[in-house]
C-alpha cells in the first residue's frame, strides 16, 4: 500500500465546503492567496488515481510491489499538495488516452507522455514536466555496421511500442527508408527482441532505453533523436478544474526546489533544464 497523506481540517466550516465541491487545494501557511484556490472533484473522495504502464523505468515501475520512479515521485507530491492519497492503475499505453478521457477508471495518466495536438484532441494536458528524445538501439554484436538511422533500410525490423511518439518517427523517417517495423506493448520487450536478435534496432525514447539495456547484453544506444518533445500528464477535459490545481502543485513543486530533488534522484549528474530550476 503506498502511503496516504490525509487533508489539514481547517475548522469545521471549511469542511462542509470540501464535501460540497469536491477536494481543494490547501492553502501554504503564511501566504494570502490573490483567488480562491479552484476547486475539483476526483472519481474517489480523497484519493487521486492516476493511469499508468508501470513498465517504463526510469519513468514508472514496480520493485518490490512499490510504484516508483520519476513520475511516480512527482505524482505523488502532486497529490500530497492537493490533499489527496494516490491509487495507481495499471492501463495499456495505446488506449490509456481514451481511457482517461472517459472517466471512471482514473483522473490523470502519469506515463511519461509526450505532448501532441493529436492526443491533445483527446485530452488535456498538464503544463510540461519533462524535455526528452528518442533514441535508436541496436545490437551491436549482430549488426555494428548499424550506427545511425541512415544506416536502417531495407531487410531492417524496427521495433517500437504501440501508440507512442516513437512508432511514430519510425513510421514518417524509417519505413520509406524500406524498414519494417515490429510493434510491442512494452519497450522492454522490444529492447529484449533486440537483444536475441529478432529485430535490427529499437526506436524508443532515450531515459527509458538507457535504463532498460543495462541488463541487456550487447544492445546499445548509437544515436540519439532530438525530436523536442515534452512530457506532460493527462487529464479528462471534463475537468478542467483538476488541471488547473495539477498545474498550480507543479509550479510549487519547481520553484521551491522539490523538482530538482526528484529529477537529481533519477538522472543523476543531468543538469536541471532552466525552465524547471527553483525560483524561489
Known sequence: MRRRQSMALLGAVVAIMVAAVGCKKAEQPGTTPTEPAPAFTTIKD???QVGS????APFESIE???EVGFDVDLAEEIATRLGLTVEWVRAEFDTIFTTVAAGGQFDMVAAASTIT???QEVVDFSDPYYNSRQS???NTTETPDIASTADIGEGHTVGVQSGTTGADWAEENLVPQGAELKTFQAAPDALRDLEAGGITAVVNDEPSTADIITDLQGVEIVEPIDTNE???FALSKDNAELTEAVNGALAEIIADGTY??????YFPGVEVPAEFQATA
Do not use: N, P, S, W
Not at 53 to 56: N, V
Not at 260 to 265: E, L, Q, R, S
Open 136 to 138: 535508436l538501439a541496436v
Open 260 to 265: 530538482a530533488t526528484i529529477f537529481g534522484k
Open 230 to 232: 515534452r512530457y506532460g
Open 117 to 119: 495536438e493529436e492526443r
Open 64 to 66: 518490490g510491489g512499490d
Open 46 to 48: 480523497g484519493v487521486l
Open 53 to 56: 504502464c508501470l513498465d517504463y
